[in-house]
């Protein structure tokens, strides 16, 4: 296939022949449905052959059918290489030292348009090139952990990743942070709780929910925000640092154990579940919203355990689950089982012979509530006590992803199951409160009146 035309077979490229708007062409597209003004891209090898993409004057791509392509008019060619400029990072010795660990995400970014991935800037000049602001900040530098999709992330990349934070930690870094992809991001910030204790420096955790090479990425102001915290704030523990509001105001720093992506595209998607954040960071400084958090300290002493044990699931309850479900575990060698319950935590009277075998091959299941806010309360029905004397443990607010990977670390630690149950109550890292907050559970439901008239004083 010729440069030409890279990317594009069939119906598409019979298009663009006949008009001959190649790839980087600037064009004028008219169809049934309007006019489109951009550049031509060129398509991923994988993609379909019937459509035509456009990035127009906003910024935005768009796919344009060329079955319904009335006419192309070319007004002239913009070959774009989308190569962020790499400077080389000044470096300040008054300034501190900052570690940024990749696992995958794209912090900052530029596209393949060969195959239409999102490649990751991820060196310090590149970095620099992409995010000037961040030599303001401190000394950056960045290592590579792991190149995955966040669903991929999972007990081998934990362990790596908390063992590389104490040794960077031992070597004298000011603060940490760690790249990772949206998606996960809440269980890696739960498991890194557990895995890397009292830290003497903050570690952040960040992401993007938008690629760089878009104009609504938020991937700039995140990292920017992540890395302040990371030089500068008091709050020594592992954080989750995403935007705050849907602008870009200020970013909102979340205690690991206790967050959650609650939006699947917003930018503000991360949100602090039955609690308040730990602080919010803009460009100019870091406001802390509470004053229980651990605080930095000069010493280089932290604790990294990574035992982990792998055989662990968690289950969300539906109406009519079947037994066979919880069975199937069983038979399959799993050691814990943490319940995503209804209610206060409760689930059908079929699952309950599943349940007494399972606590019969010392098996720990442990109950939460897929409701996200509330505590489990398994006395206040005869289901819930019932399921006690079974052996279902209530997990108390534990959220049911940090109660999946804590079940999995505590049973890493010990086969007792009284040990066990001792470590899965008691908390460790926030990830279990005595109480939640009045203003820890609002949720505003829109087009009621009242909720519209609010939202319109402050919605920009």
């Given at each position: 296939?010729?440069?030409?035309?890279?990317?594009?077979?069939?119906?598409?490229?019979?298009?663009?022949?006949?008009?001959?708007?190649?790839?980087?062409?600037?064009?004028?597209?008219?169809?049934?449905?309007?006019?489109?003004?951009?550049?031509?891209?060129?398509?991923?090898?994988?993609?379909?052959?019937?459509?035509?993409?456009?990035?127009?004057?906003?910024?935005?791509?768009?796919?344009?059918?060329?079955?319904?392509?009335?006419?192309?008019?070319?007004?002239?060619?913009?070959?774009?290489?989308?190569?962020?400029?790499?400077?080389?990072?000044?470096?300040?010795?008054?300034?501190?030292?900052?570690?940024?660990?990749?696992?995958?995400?794209?912090?900052?970014?530029?596209?393949?348009?060969?195959?239409?991935?999102?490649?990751?800037?991820?060196?310090?000049?590149?970095?620099?090139?992409?995010?000037?602001?961040?030599?303001?900040?401190?000394?950056?530098?960045?290592?590579?952990?792991?190149?995955?999709?966040?669903?991929?992330?999972?007990?081998?990349?934990?362990?790596?990743?908390?063992?590389?934070?104490?040794?960077?930690?031992?070597?004298?870094?000011?603060?940490?942070?760690?790249?990772?992809?949206?998606?996960?991001?809440?269980?890696?910030?739960?498991?890194?709780?557990?895995?890397?204790?009292?830290?003497?420096?903050?570690?952040?955790?960040?992401?993007?929910?938008?690629?760089?090479?878009?104009?609504?990425?938020?991937?700039?102001?995140?990292?920017?925000?992540?890395?302040?915290?990371?030089?500068?704030?008091?709050?020594?523990?592992?954080?989750?640092?995403?935007?705050?509001?849907?602008?870009?105001?200020?970013?909102?720093?979340?205690?690991?154990?206790?967050?959650?992506?609650?939006?699947?595209?917003?930018?503000?998607?991360?949100?602090?579940?039955?609690?308040?954040?730990?602080?919010?960071?803009?460009?100019?400084?870091?406001?802390p919203l509470r004053a229980d958090y651990k605080q930095r300290r000069r010493d280089r002493h932290?604790?990294?355990?990574?035992?982990?044990?792998?055989?662990?699931?968690?289950?969300?309850?539906?109406?009519?689950?079947?037994?066979?479900?919880?069975?199937?575990?069983?038979?399959?060698?799993?050691?814990?089982?943490?319940?995503?319950?209804?209610?206060?935590?409760?689930?059908?009277?079929?699952?309950y012979p599943a349940l007494k075998r399972a606590h019969d091959k010392n098996i720990a299941v442990?109950?939460?509530?897929?409701?996200?806010?509330?505590?489990?309360?398994?006395?206040?029905?005869?289901?819930?006590?019932?399921?006690?004397?079974?052996?279902?443990?209530?997990?108390?607010?534990?959220?049911?992803?940090?109660?999946?990977?804590?079940?999995?670390?505590?049973?890493?630690?010990?086969?007792?199951?009284?040990?066990?149950?001792?470590?899965?109550?008691?908390?460790?890292?926030?990830?279990?409160?005595?109480?939640?907050?009045?203003?820890?559970?609002?949720?505003?439901?829109?087009?009621?009146?009242?909720?519209?008239?609010?939202?319109?004083?402050?919605?920009?």
């Amino acid at each position: 296939m010729s440069d030409d035309y890279r990317g594009y077979r069939g119906e598409a490229l019979a298009v663009l022949k006949a008009y001959d708007a190649m790839v980087w062409s600037d064009v004028e597209v008219r169809t049934a449905k309007g006019k489109f003004t951009g550049i031509v891209l060129p398509r991923s090898e994988t993609a379909d052959p019937q459509h035509i993409v456009l990035k127009l004057r906003s910024g935005y791509n768009v796919g344009v059918a060329a079955a319904g392509v009335e006419g192309i008019t070319v007004q002239g060619r913009k070959e774009a290489h989308y190569k962020i400029p790499e400077k080389e990072f000044p470096y300040d010795p008054a300034k501190p030292r900052v570690k940024l660990f990749g696992t995958g995400g794209t912090i900052a970014s530029r596209l393949d348009y060969r195959t239409g991935a999102v490649i990751p800037a991820f060196s310090p000049g590149e970095l620099y090139g992409s995010v000037p602001e961040l030599a303001d900040i401190c000394n950056l530098e960045t290592e590579k952990l792991y190149g995955v999709f966040s669903e991929n992330m999972g007990p081998e990349q934990w362990k790596g990743t908390a063992e590389a934070i104490g040794r960077e930690i031992e070597r004298g870094v000011q603060g940490i942070v760690i790249g990772h992809g949206t998606d996960t991001m809440h269980h890696t910030a739960a498991i890194l709780s557990f895995m890397v204790q009292d830290s003497p420096v903050p570690i952040v955790m960040v992401g993007s929910q938008r690629s760089s090479d878009r104009p609504s990425s938020d991937a700039a102001l995140n990292l920017m925000y992540s890395v302040k915290t990371a030089a500068e704030s008091s709050i020594a523990e592992v954080m989750v640092c995403m935007f705050g509001p849907t602008s870009d105001d200020y970013g909102l720093l979340h205690r690991g154990t206790r967050v959650r992506k609650m939006h699947s595209s917003y930018r503000s998607t991360f949100r602090t579940i039955g609690d308040v954040p730990l602080a919010m960071v803009s460009r100019e400084k870091i406001t802390p919203l509470r004053a229980d958090y651990k605080q930095r300290r000069r010493d280089r002493h932290v604790t990294v355990n990574t035992a982990f044990e792998e055989k662990v699931s968690i289950v969300y309850y539906y109406p009519n689950m079947k037994p066979d479900i919880i069975d199937a575990l069983i038979d399959n060698g799993y050691r814990g089982i943490v319940i995503a319950g209804t209610g206060l935590g409760h689930v059908n009277k079929p699952l309950y012979p599943a349940l007494k075998r399972a606590h019969d091959k010392n098996i720990a299941v442990y109950m939460t509530v897929q409701t996200l806010w509330g505590y489990v309360q398994m006395y206040v029905y005869d289901t819930g006590r019932d399921m006690m004397e079974l052996g279902v443990v209530p997990g108390a607010n534990l959220l049911p992803e940090v109660g999946y990977v804590k079940l999995g670390w505590a049973l890493g630690q010990t086969d007792d199951m009284q040990k066990v149950r001792e470590i899965m109550l008691t908390p460790i890292a926030g990830e279990i409160t005595d109480r939640e907050p009045s203003n820890g559970y609002l949720i505003f439901q829109g087009g009621i009146p009242e909720v519209e008239e609010f939202i319109s004083k402050y919605w920009r």
